[in-house]
């Protein structure tokens, strides 16, 4: 199976690779040329477009960052496709954006699926990606193989557009859960208290989260450095957000958290790791110990 990758950045690069190391043929397009170096040194073939890297491909993935550029690569991808080509967009979008292009995709003949995934760039790297998958069971098990490749947990949700919504509840999940192990660990700080210590003793408890674990020793570390940036969960955010106005849901937790992830990238942190956060709350509170 020949397969191409549009986007190259923090997340599609690793993928790439590990796609690579499974063995499969891959085609790629960027639109700067040092995006591709890492990538064609192992093997991948460079193509002179999206409409080519199609041509060339039985399945097309991409990995960008909103709904406005996912619907310019799909229409490339259908300028190109061959018979029967799947395209598996696995950026996050709006379950209505997603349910709306592969609409338009499948009357041009390509099946699309949304396929976002959680785990970061240090998921993307190793190879243990979350892949929550949207769309018709055929072309899922023929995109199965590849996504395995790139991720340890793959399920399909359901029909088009339930990739995206599971992906809004992670991102309700994580996005609060980071929101309240920066909160704590500030009150613990502004109490006087061991915020190392804290955490070791929640771990052992019912609070016990990934997040607790993960996030909460890289606050503690102060590693801002982006696996995912915050700007990014900020636009995860207002994506689960305009679904609940659209939905006529309360979301009150996500919604705070929405505000808080508004205030960090207003506070010129967007381009950190959403663990950032603590900063906020540092900055919030009379500056960081």
Same mark, same amino acid.
């Given at each position: 199976?020949?397969?191409?990758?549009?986007?190259?950045?923090?997340?599609?690069?690793?993928?790439?690779?590990?796609?690579?190391?499974?063995?499969?043929?891959?085609?790629?397009?960027?639109? @700067?040329?040092?995006? /591709?170096?890492?990538v064609?040194?192992?093997?991948?073939?460079? @193509?002179?477009?999206?409409?080519?890297?199609?041509?060339?491909?039985?399945?097309?993935f991409?990995?960008?960052?909103?709904?406005?550029?996912?619907?310019?690569?799909?229409q490339?991808?259908?300028?190109?496709?061959?018979?029967?080509?799947?395209?598996?967009?696995?950026?996050t979008?709006?379950?209505?954006?997603? @349910? &709306?292009?592969?609409?338009?995709?499948?009357?041009r003949?390509?099946?699309? /699926?949304?396929?976002?995934?959680?785990?970061?760039?240090?998921?993307?790297?190793?190879?243990?990606?979350?892949?929550?998958?949207?769309?018709?069971?055929?072309?899922?098990?023929?995109?199965?193989?590849?996504?395995?490749?790139?991720?340890?947990?793959?399920?399909?949700?359901?029909?088009?557009?339930?990739?995206?919504v599971?992906?809004?509840?992670?991102?309700?999940?994580?996005?609060?859960?980071?929101?309240?192990?920066?909160?704590?660990?500030?009150?613990?700080?502004?109490?006087?208290?061991?915020?190392?210590?804290?955490?070791?003793?929640? /771990?052992?408890?019912?609070?016990?989260?990934?997040?607790?674990?993960?996030?909460?020793?890289?606050?503690?570390?102060?590693?801002?450095?982006?696996?995912?940036?915050?700007?990014?969960?900020?636009?995860?955010? @207002?994506?689960?957000?305009?679904?609940?106005?659209?939905?006529? /849901?309360a979301?009150?937790?996500?919604?705070?958290?929405?505000q808080?992830?508004?205030?960090?990238?207003?506070?010129?942190?967007? &381009?950190?790791?959403?663990?950032?956060?603590?900063?906020l709350?540092?900055?919030?509170?009379?500056?960081?110990?």
């Amino acid at each position: 199976m020949n397969l191409g990758f549009i986007g190259l950045g923090l997340m599609g690069r690793p993928m790439v690779l590990n796609l690579r190391k499974a063995g499969f043929a891959v085609s790629v397009w960027a639109r @700067r040329e040092a995006s /591709l170096t890492l990538v064609v040194a192992a093997g991948a073939v460079a @193509r002179g477009s999206i409409a080519e890297v199609a041509a060339a491909s039985d399945l097309v993935f991409s990995c960008v960052p909103d709904a406005p550029q996912v619907a310019e690569v799909a229409q490339a991808v259908a300028d190109g496709a061959r018979e029967g080509l799947v395209y598996a967009d696995m950026s996050t979008i709006a379950p209505a954006a997603a @349910r &709306e292009i592969a609409a338009d995709l499948k009357a041009r003949g390509v099946i699309m /699926l949304d396929a976002p995934v959680s785990g970061g760039e240090a998921g993307a790297i190793a190879g243990t990606l979350t892949l929550m998958v949207g769309g018709e069971q055929a072309a899922f098990d023929k995109a199965l193989p590849a996504f395995q490749a790139m991720g340890q947990r793959v399920t399909r949700v359901g029909d088009s557009g339930a990739g995206q919504v599971a992906k809004a509840c992670n991102q309700i999940l994580t996005g609060v859960g980071v929101a309240a192990v920066a909160e704590a660990l500030n009150f613990a700080r502004m109490s006087g208290v061991d915020g190392a210590r804290v955490r070791e003793v929640l /771990l052992g408890g019912l609070a016990a989260s990934r997040v607790l674990d993960n996030h909460g020793q890289r606050m503690l570390d102060r590693n801002f450095k982006p696996g995912f940036k915050a700007w990014m969960h900020q636009k995860d955010m @207002r994506i689960v957000m305009e679904e609940a106005h659209r939905l006529g /849901l309360a979301l009150p937790a996500a919604g705070a958290t929405a505000q808080l992830f508004n205030a960090l990238v207003g506070n010129g942190m967007g &381009e950190e790791d959403s663990v950032a956060m603590l900063q906020l709350f540092e900055t919030m509170s009379g500056g960081a110990a």
